[in-house]
């Protein structure tokens, strides 16, 4: 994340006619890292009964349904603050963020395969480090 944000960090995404969401953000280590982690792959099927889908590493911070208030066939932007997520003494840290509509949500929009579900799932890193970058020809 941008060391800039740092002050009051976030993640922000869009959301288009989900009345409800779950939230689950879990504080990790680089030792948790693992290739088959859905925040390192593209999209494809999600069944709940895998593996990391019921587990995913790290300790859990967060598993909650968060109401949209989103408007009918309107996107609307959602931050989820990070700040209380982070370690309490410099506010940096590692996360993994997954965030799917509920059952009860995607109903209400769509009616074809729960697998098939849009998963957001990101791995954050907060640091206080920056990159400047000079070209000269």
């Known amino acids: 994340m941008d060391p800039g944000v740092l002050d009051e960090p976030f993640y922000p995404f869009m959301v288009y006619n989900y009345s409800e969401l779950t939230l689950r953000i879990h504080r990790v280590k680089p030792q948790h890292y693992h290739p088959t982690l859905p925040c390192f792959n593209s999209y494809s099927y999600t069944y709940e009964g895998e593996e990391w889908y019921n587990k995913l590493p790290g300790e859990e911070l967060l598993n909650k349904v968060v109401q949209t208030n989103c408007e009918r066939d309107e996107p609307k932007e959602i931050r ?58």
């Open 80 to 137: 989820v603050p990070l700040r209380a997520y982070l370690t309490k003494n410099c506010g940096v840290g590692q996360l993994i963020v997954l965030i799917e509509p509920t059952k009860k949500a995607f109903n209400e929009c769509q009616d074809n395969n729960w697998q098939y579900r849009q998963i957001i799932s990101v791995w954050l890193q907060c640091t206080r480090l920056a990159v400047d970058v000079f070209v000269s020809s």
